[in-house]
């Protein structure tokens, strides 16, 4: 199955690099100095290699933290200046709010391939099924991807969300992948071949609150939202998040509770989340983080 959104393909950039943990705060700092990526001193300034000064621009970018003209965001300042919400990403709900964000800027395609359309169709999935798909999806789109490169970025993918086994008896490993800690991803073995799994779950660790945000901003809804709008289409909470019905009714439950101009109806089979009025995507992450 092939799913058709106008979103444009992008399989490149990272230098086969996933997001290490301290590279969104270096890069942060590194523009807000004034300084540029295209400088000579950048490789001096960063303290890293040129194809990492590439790849820290590029998931500045893919985060939602930079602009396509390289300016900073509005997340970017609120979330990594020095008296940010988080700079050094030590809150867990700061790695679901990054996860969304890089589901649904869809700089960087695979993440948005995968959590909104391919495991809709196949639950558990092999590098070769995300290519498949691609491929299809490229050639209906009328554009042209190479396989390599398709192949390459799913690799960065499987080290940005899974540990290798020397990783995960380390956990404070630092070339570990930024997300590898909301663990939802995981992997098996079948015939010699590697298979991924990404399971709609309850997510208890993941905060109502991101889960609001998430839901705000997606600019798709007024002042109500359908449930299953939330649960199964894409870029919605339910999608991004691999939540099962269950999970995210919890979540929605948890917000009602802390909000009380969300209302939540089941009403003749239809469940609807409702908003006397909206409060501003940045005003719960702020309240989140205790500001």
Request: glycine letters at 6%; one cysteine or more.
């Amino acid at each position: 199955m092939v799913f058709f959104r106008n979103k444009k393909l992008s399989f490149s950039g990272h230098e086969s690099f996933q997001c290490r943990n301290l590279w969104l705060k270096k890069g942060y700092d590194f523009v807000k100095s004034g300084r540029s990526f295209n400088s000579e001193d950048a490789v001096v300034d960063l303290g890293v290699g040129k194809n990492m000064v590439s790849s820290i621009r590029y998931w500045m970018k893919s985060f939602g933290l930079l602009t396509l003209t390289e300016e900073l965001t509005p997340l970017a300042d609120r979330l990594l200046s020095d008296d940010g919400w988080d700079p050094y990403l030590e809150d867990e709900g700061t790695l679901w709010l990054l996860h969304y964000h890089l589901v649904t800027v869809a700089r960087a395609s695979t993440y948005d391939l995968l959590f909104n359309e391919l495991r809709r169709d196949r639950i558990e999935f092999t590098k070769n099924n995300f290519l498949t798909s691609v491929k299809r999806k490229a050639e209906i789109s009328r554009v042209s991807v190479n396989d390599s490169t398709v192949l390459s970025d799913f690799g960065v993918f499987v080290k940005m969300y899974i540990r290798s086994e020397s990783q995960a008896k380390d956990r404070e490993e630092s070339f570990s992948g930024l997300l590898t800690e909301l663990d939802l991803v995981r992997w098996g073995t079948r015939n010699k071949e590697e298979y991924y799994v990404i399971e709609n779950t309850d997510r208890r660790d993941l905060p109502h609150d991101i889960v609001l945000y998430g839901i705000l901003s997606s600019g798709q809804f007024e002042y109500s939202v359908n449930f299953n709008t939330l649960l199964t289409e894409p870029d919605q909470v339910g999608s991004v998040f691999a939540l099962n019905a269950t999970g995210l009714y919890a979540k929605l439950e948890s917000i009602i509770a802390d909000n009380a101009d969300i209302v939540f109806s089941d009403q003749a089979g239809i469940r609807e989340l409702s908003f006397k009025t909206k409060p501003d995507p940045f005003t719960v992450l702020a309240q989140y983080y205790g500001r």
